[in-house]
């Protein structure tokens, strides 16, 4: 079993940073992927950056390309995922996503992921 908490959600302007944190404990050996997808209202969840255990690769959706970075620290067991420039279609709650399957570049389809943490809110003023 692995569990997943995030944290570093909040509300901020146009323009501004944020950091998410997921902090990952358990089983935490099994993982092999972690990935971060986003749920605005009335809409269906997204992935937004994906991370692969080994060897490091990542994988972002376009909109997010240059603005966001996603990285592992490995000490701690923590993804993180660093948001610049953000604008107010960032806005939604936010969730960590881990996979103990092997894939050649981080997934980008939720199923692929079999633990989920509770999310954290992000909200962008404009």
């Known amino acids: 079993q692995v569990e997943l908490v995030e944290s570093g959600g909040g509300l901020v302007q146009a323009g501004d940073s944020l950091r998410l944190s997921c902090a990952a404990s358990?089983?935490?050996?099994?993982?092999?992927?972690t990935g971060w997808f986003r749920q605005a209202p009335g809409k269906e969840r997204e992935f937004v950056a994906g991370?692969?255990?080994?060897?490091?690769?990542?994988y972002y959706r376009d909109s997010v390309k240059g603005r966001f970075t996603i990285s592992r620290d490995n000490a701690k067991n923590t993804v993180d995922l660093q948001m610049n420039s953000l604008n107010p279609e960032d806005t939604a709650s936010y969730y960590c996503?881990?996979?103990?399957?092997?894939?050649?570049?981080?997934?980008?389809?939720?199923?692929?992921?079999?633990?989920w943490g509770q999310g954290t809110q992000v909200t962008v003023s404009s």
């Open positions: 996503a881990a996979s103990t399957s092997l894939y050649p570049s981080p997934p980008a389809r939720s199923y692929a992921y079999n633990y």
């Open positions: 358990g089983r935490t050996f099994t993982i092999r992927a």
């Open positions: 991370l692969n255990w080994n060897g490091g690769s990542t």
